[in-house]
Protein backbone atom coordinates (compact mmCIF):
# COMPACT_ATOMS: atom_id res chain seq x y z
CA UNK A 1 0.00 0.00 0.00
CA UNK A 2 1.32 3.31 -0.53
CA UNK A 3 1.83 5.61 1.84
CA UNK A 4 3.13 8.96 3.80
CA UNK A 5 4.96 10.37 6.07
CA UNK A 6 3.63 12.59 8.49
CA UNK A 7 4.74 13.97 11.98
CA UNK A 8 2.59 11.13 13.68
CA UNK A 9 3.87 8.52 11.96
CA UNK A 10 3.59 6.92 8.46
CA UNK A 11 0.05 6.56 7.17
CA UNK A 12 -2.11 4.90 3.61
CA UNK A 13 -2.44 7.57 1.29
CA UNK A 14 -6.22 6.97 0.85
CA UNK A 15 -6.32 8.43 4.66
CA UNK A 16 -4.88 11.73 3.57
CA UNK A 17 -8.52 13.38 2.72
CA UNK A 18 -8.01 16.52 1.07
CA UNK A 19 -5.02 18.36 1.41
CA UNK A 20 -3.58 21.31 1.88
CA UNK A 21 -0.25 20.90 -0.21
CA UNK A 22 1.68 24.09 0.64
CA UNK A 23 1.19 25.55 3.74
CA UNK A 24 3.11 26.62 6.86
CA UNK A 25 2.50 26.67 10.76
CA UNK A 26 4.53 29.33 11.44
CA UNK A 27 7.28 30.39 8.56
CA UNK A 28 9.89 33.00 9.83
CA UNK A 29 13.43 34.23 8.90
CA UNK A 30 16.27 32.31 10.34
CA UNK A 31 16.93 34.22 13.17
CA UNK A 32 13.79 35.36 14.19
CA UNK A 33 13.42 33.37 17.07
CA UNK A 34 16.23 35.78 18.58
CA UNK A 35 14.44 38.92 18.22
CA UNK A 36 12.57 39.89 21.11
CA UNK A 37 10.07 42.05 19.52
CA UNK A 38 8.88 39.79 17.71
CA UNK A 39 9.65 36.34 19.92
CA UNK A 40 6.26 34.62 20.75
CA UNK A 41 4.98 32.78 23.92
CA UNK A 42 3.99 29.29 23.37
CA UNK A 43 0.50 30.21 24.65
CA UNK A 44 0.51 32.72 21.82
CA UNK A 45 1.36 30.45 19.02
CA UNK A 46 -0.92 28.17 19.70
CA UNK A 47 -4.16 30.23 20.17
CA UNK A 48 -3.15 31.81 16.64
CA UNK A 49 -2.34 28.43 15.22
CA UNK A 50 -5.47 25.69 17.06
CA UNK A 51 -8.61 27.79 15.58
CA UNK A 52 -7.38 27.48 12.15
CA UNK A 53 -6.49 24.04 12.06
CA UNK A 54 -10.01 23.10 13.89
CA UNK A 55 -11.69 25.30 11.31
CA UNK A 56 -10.08 23.40 8.63
CA UNK A 57 -10.68 19.97 9.82
CA UNK A 58 -14.64 20.82 10.50
CA UNK A 59 -14.51 21.98 6.41
CA UNK A 60 -13.41 18.47 5.77
CA UNK A 61 -9.63 19.08 5.11
CA UNK A 62 -7.47 16.40 6.19
CA UNK A 63 -4.28 16.90 5.56
CA UNK A 64 -1.97 20.28 6.15
CA UNK A 65 1.57 19.95 4.62
CA UNK A 66 3.73 22.47 5.98
CA UNK A 67 6.84 23.37 4.00
CA UNK A 68 8.79 25.38 6.28
CA UNK A 69 12.35 24.24 5.77
CA UNK A 70 15.21 23.61 7.88
CA UNK A 71 16.71 27.25 9.34
CA UNK A 72 12.69 28.92 9.05
CA UNK A 73 11.21 28.10 12.19
CA UNK A 74 10.10 24.45 11.35
CA UNK A 75 9.14 22.54 14.63
CA UNK A 76 8.56 19.38 14.60
CA UNK A 77 7.70 18.55 18.69
CA UNK A 78 4.80 21.41 18.37
CA UNK A 79 3.66 20.15 14.84
CA UNK A 80 3.06 16.84 16.61
CA UNK A 81 0.99 18.47 19.62
CA UNK A 82 -1.17 20.17 17.01
CA UNK A 83 -2.31 17.48 14.68
CA UNK A 84 -2.74 15.47 17.46
CA UNK A 85 -5.14 17.85 19.21
CA UNK A 86 -7.03 19.07 16.33
CA UNK A 87 -6.98 15.49 14.25
CA UNK A 88 -5.21 17.30 11.42
CA UNK A 89 -2.76 15.20 9.64
CA UNK A 90 0.43 17.13 9.42
CA UNK A 91 3.38 16.70 6.81
CA UNK A 92 6.43 17.84 7.66
CA UNK A 93 9.91 18.82 5.12
CA UNK A 94 13.32 18.84 5.12
CA UNK A 95 14.77 20.80 2.70
CA UNK A 96 15.22 24.50 2.26
CA UNK A 97 12.89 27.43 0.99
CA UNK A 98 15.81 28.66 -0.93
CA UNK A 99 19.66 28.81 -0.48
CA UNK A 100 19.10 32.42 0.70
CA UNK A 101 17.55 31.16 4.07
CA UNK A 102 19.81 28.56 4.70
CA UNK A 103 22.07 29.48 7.49
CA UNK A 104 26.06 28.96 7.13
CA UNK A 105 26.53 25.52 8.27
CA UNK A 106 24.30 24.05 5.41
CA UNK A 107 25.33 27.00 2.70
CA UNK A 108 28.79 25.49 2.94
CA UNK A 109 28.08 21.41 2.58
CA UNK A 110 28.80 19.88 -0.13
CA UNK A 111 25.92 18.25 -2.01
CA UNK A 112 26.51 14.62 -0.76
CA UNK A 113 26.51 16.14 2.82
CA UNK A 114 23.37 18.19 2.16
CA UNK A 115 21.84 14.60 0.27
CA UNK A 116 22.73 12.36 3.45
CA UNK A 117 21.24 14.71 5.83
CA UNK A 118 17.62 14.83 3.70
CA UNK A 119 17.64 11.12 3.58
CA UNK A 120 18.39 10.87 7.33
CA UNK A 121 15.44 13.16 8.28
CA UNK A 122 13.10 11.34 5.46
CA UNK A 123 14.44 7.59 6.76
CA UNK A 124 15.59 8.08 10.28
CA UNK A 125 13.60 11.04 11.73
CA UNK A 126 14.32 14.77 11.84
CA UNK A 127 16.35 15.92 14.96
CA UNK A 128 14.64 13.63 18.06
CA UNK A 129 11.33 13.83 17.17
CA UNK A 130 10.98 10.37 15.77
CA UNK A 131 9.12 11.83 13.20
CA UNK A 132 9.99 11.73 9.44
CA UNK A 133 10.11 14.06 6.59
CA UNK A 134 7.36 13.59 4.42
CA UNK A 135 8.50 15.95 1.07
CA UNK A 136 11.77 17.94 0.45
CA UNK A 137 11.62 21.59 0.06
CA UNK A 138 13.91 23.37 -2.61
CA UNK A 139 13.65 26.52 -4.38
CA UNK A 140 15.10 29.51 -5.98
CA UNK A 141 16.79 32.70 -3.86
CA UNK A 142 15.64 36.13 -4.52
CA UNK A 143 16.77 37.53 -7.61
CA UNK A 144 14.96 35.47 -10.13
CA UNK A 145 17.85 33.11 -11.21
CA UNK A 146 19.15 29.68 -9.58
CA UNK A 147 22.24 30.34 -7.27
CA UNK A 148 25.70 28.16 -7.17
CA UNK A 149 24.01 27.17 -3.99
CA UNK A 150 20.02 26.58 -5.08
CA UNK A 151 21.45 24.41 -7.55
CA UNK A 152 23.44 22.03 -4.91
CA UNK A 153 20.40 21.61 -2.96
CA UNK A 154 18.42 20.89 -5.91
CA UNK A 155 20.66 18.36 -6.93
CA UNK A 156 21.25 16.81 -2.96
CA UNK A 157 17.09 16.93 -3.16
CA UNK A 158 16.75 14.77 -6.42
CA UNK A 159 19.08 12.33 -5.10
CA UNK A 160 17.07 12.08 -1.94
CA UNK A 161 14.24 11.62 -3.69
CA UNK A 162 15.35 9.12 -5.78
CA UNK A 163 16.82 7.35 -3.00
CA UNK A 164 13.44 7.41 -0.66
CA UNK A 165 10.87 7.81 -2.95
CA UNK A 166 9.88 11.25 -1.35
CA UNK A 167 8.88 13.76 -3.33
CA UNK A 168 10.13 17.35 -4.31
CA UNK A 169 7.96 20.68 -3.94
CA UNK A 170 9.81 24.46 -4.86
CA UNK A 171 9.46 26.91 -4.20
CA UNK A 172 8.97 29.71 -7.04
CA UNK A 173 9.12 27.89 -10.46
CA UNK A 174 10.85 30.31 -12.68
CA UNK A 175 14.02 29.13 -13.93
CA UNK A 176 12.52 26.13 -14.66
CA UNK A 177 14.85 24.85 -17.33
CA UNK A 178 17.39 24.72 -14.81
CA UNK A 179 15.99 22.82 -12.64
CA UNK A 180 14.75 20.60 -15.09
CA UNK A 181 17.90 19.93 -16.10
CA UNK A 182 19.61 18.96 -12.93
CA UNK A 183 16.46 16.49 -12.24
CA UNK A 184 16.86 15.05 -15.63
CA UNK A 185 20.89 15.08 -14.81
CA UNK A 186 20.00 12.90 -11.27
CA UNK A 187 17.57 10.45 -13.26
CA UNK A 188 14.26 11.83 -11.11
CA UNK A 189 10.90 11.71 -12.61
CA UNK A 190 9.38 15.10 -13.11
CA UNK A 191 6.08 13.56 -11.80
CA UNK A 192 8.13 13.66 -8.22
CA UNK A 193 8.17 17.49 -8.82
CA UNK A 194 5.45 19.71 -7.82
CA UNK A 195 6.85 23.15 -9.41
CA UNK A 196 5.34 26.02 -6.78
CA UNK A 197 4.33 29.52 -6.88
CA UNK A 198 3.30 29.52 -10.68
CA UNK A 199 0.86 31.74 -10.01
CA UNK A 200 1.79 34.80 -7.33
CA UNK A 201 1.75 38.24 -8.50
CA UNK A 202 5.48 38.69 -9.24
CA UNK A 203 6.53 35.81 -11.30
CA UNK A 204 3.07 34.41 -12.98
CA UNK A 205 4.57 36.17 -16.12
CA UNK A 206 7.56 34.27 -15.94
CA UNK A 207 6.76 30.97 -15.42
CA UNK A 208 6.45 28.76 -18.17
CA UNK A 209 3.95 26.52 -16.63
CA UNK A 210 2.69 24.95 -19.80
CA UNK A 211 5.96 23.54 -21.18
CA UNK A 212 6.84 22.51 -17.52
CA UNK A 213 3.65 20.09 -17.67
CA UNK A 214 4.98 19.14 -21.33
CA UNK A 215 8.45 18.10 -19.78
CA UNK A 216 6.19 16.19 -17.16
CA UNK A 217 6.08 18.30 -14.09
CA UNK A 218 3.44 19.13 -11.30
CA UNK A 219 2.11 22.71 -11.52
CA UNK A 220 1.25 24.55 -7.65
CA UNK A 221 -1.76 27.46 -8.06
CA UNK A 222 -1.00 27.72 -4.44
CA UNK A 223 -0.75 30.98 -3.42
CA UNK A 224 -4.65 31.20 -3.46
CA UNK A 225 -5.58 34.49 -1.11
CA UNK A 226 -2.80 36.75 -1.47
CA UNK A 227 -4.80 39.52 -3.51
CA UNK A 228 -4.79 42.87 -4.07
CA UNK A 229 -7.94 43.00 -3.08
CA UNK A 230 -6.62 42.28 0.48
CA UNK A 231 -7.05 45.51 3.00
CA UNK A 232 -2.79 45.23 3.18
CA UNK A 233 -1.65 43.32 0.40
CA UNK A 234 1.96 41.98 0.30
CA UNK A 235 4.28 42.27 -2.89
CA UNK A 236 3.20 39.12 -3.97
CA UNK A 237 -0.25 39.68 -4.42
CA UNK A 238 -2.60 38.78 -7.98
CA UNK A 239 -6.08 40.09 -8.69
CA UNK A 240 -8.47 37.31 -7.46
CA UNK A 241 -10.10 36.99 -10.80
CA UNK A 242 -6.66 37.35 -12.72
CA UNK A 243 -5.29 34.42 -10.68
CA UNK A 244 -8.22 31.99 -10.77
CA UNK A 245 -8.74 32.26 -14.54
CA UNK A 246 -5.18 31.52 -14.70
CA UNK A 247 -5.60 27.80 -13.02
CA UNK A 248 -8.80 27.87 -15.00
CA UNK A 249 -7.21 28.14 -18.44
CA UNK A 250 -4.54 25.59 -17.06
CA UNK A 251 -7.01 22.92 -16.38
CA UNK A 252 -9.17 24.02 -19.18
CA UNK A 253 -5.81 22.83 -21.70
CA UNK A 254 -6.01 19.43 -19.99
CA UNK A 255 -3.36 19.55 -17.34
CA UNK A 256 -5.76 18.83 -14.88
CA UNK A 257 -3.87 15.71 -13.29
CA UNK A 258 -1.07 17.90 -13.10
CA UNK A 259 -2.45 20.62 -10.82
CA UNK A 260 -2.30 20.83 -6.92
CA UNK A 261 -3.80 24.12 -5.62
CA UNK A 262 -2.89 25.52 -1.76
CA UNK A 263 -3.02 29.18 -0.34
CA UNK A 264 0.74 29.25 1.16
CA UNK A 265 -0.72 30.87 4.46
CA UNK A 266 0.68 30.89 8.01
CA UNK A 267 -1.11 29.55 10.67
CA UNK A 268 0.74 32.54 13.42
CA UNK A 269 3.81 33.77 11.25
CA UNK A 270 7.57 34.00 12.89
CA UNK A 271 9.61 37.50 12.82
CA UNK A 272 7.08 39.68 10.63
CA UNK A 273 3.00 40.41 10.96
CA UNK A 274 1.89 38.08 7.95
CA UNK A 275 -0.72 38.78 5.88
CA UNK A 276 -3.83 39.74 7.55
CA UNK A 277 -7.36 37.96 6.64
CA UNK A 278 -5.66 35.18 4.83
CA UNK A 279 -5.69 31.63 6.14
CA UNK A 280 -5.27 28.16 5.30
CA UNK A 281 -9.69 28.21 5.12
CA UNK A 282 -9.59 30.11 2.22
CA UNK A 283 -9.69 27.19 0.20
CA UNK A 284 -13.00 26.02 1.87
CA UNK A 285 -14.32 29.62 2.30
CA UNK A 286 -13.23 31.09 -1.09
CA UNK A 287 -11.14 29.18 -3.32
CA UNK A 288 -14.30 26.00 -3.43
CA UNK A 289 -17.21 27.91 -4.15
CA UNK A 290 -15.37 29.96 -6.62
CA UNK A 291 -14.30 26.87 -8.33
CA UNK A 292 -17.88 25.53 -8.23
CA UNK A 293 -19.01 29.05 -9.31
CA UNK A 294 -16.56 29.13 -12.95
CA UNK A 295 -18.38 25.56 -13.55
CA UNK A 296 -16.06 23.01 -12.23
CA UNK A 297 -17.17 19.83 -11.33
CA UNK A 298 -16.97 17.99 -7.86
CA UNK A 299 -14.98 15.12 -9.64
CA UNK A 300 -12.19 17.62 -10.76
CA UNK A 301 -12.41 19.43 -7.62
CA UNK A 302 -11.69 16.07 -5.83
CA UNK A 303 -8.82 15.31 -8.09
CA UNK A 304 -7.39 18.59 -7.94
CA UNK A 305 -7.21 18.40 -3.88
CA UNK A 306 -7.25 14.69 -2.86
CA UNK A 307 -6.15 12.63 -5.74
CA UNK A 308 -3.26 14.92 -7.23
CA UNK A 309 -1.80 14.80 -3.31
CA UNK A 310 -1.92 11.73 -2.80
CA UNK A 311 -0.51 10.28 -5.74
CA UNK A 312 2.42 13.41 -5.40
CA UNK A 313 2.73 12.26 -1.79
CA UNK A 314 2.90 8.85 -1.85
CA UNK A 315 6.55 7.27 -1.01
CA UNK A 316 7.42 5.87 -4.35
CA UNK A 317 9.42 2.71 -3.82
ZN1 LIG B 1 5.34 28.79 1.25
Known amino acids: MSRVNTVLGPIPAEELGLVAVHEHIGYGMPGSELDTTWWKTPEERYAETVPKL ?52 FARASVDYLMR ?43 AAVTTGVPILTHLAIDAENAIAIFTEEGLSLDRVLFGHVDDGVNADKTRDIWIAEQGGRLGFDTFGYETELED ?45 HTVNYIFEDLIPDLRAAGLDEPAITTLFVDNPAHFLSIKN
Not at 71 to 77: E, L, S
Open 54 to 105: RRFREYGGGTFVDVTGICNGRDVDYYKSLSAKTGVHIVACTGFVGGDTALPF
Open 117 to 159: HFVHEITAGIGDTGSRAGVIKVGVSRGGRMTELDKRIYRAAAR
Open 233 to 277: PPFWARPRKERLDHLLRFIGQGHLDKVLASADANCSPLGWPGVKG
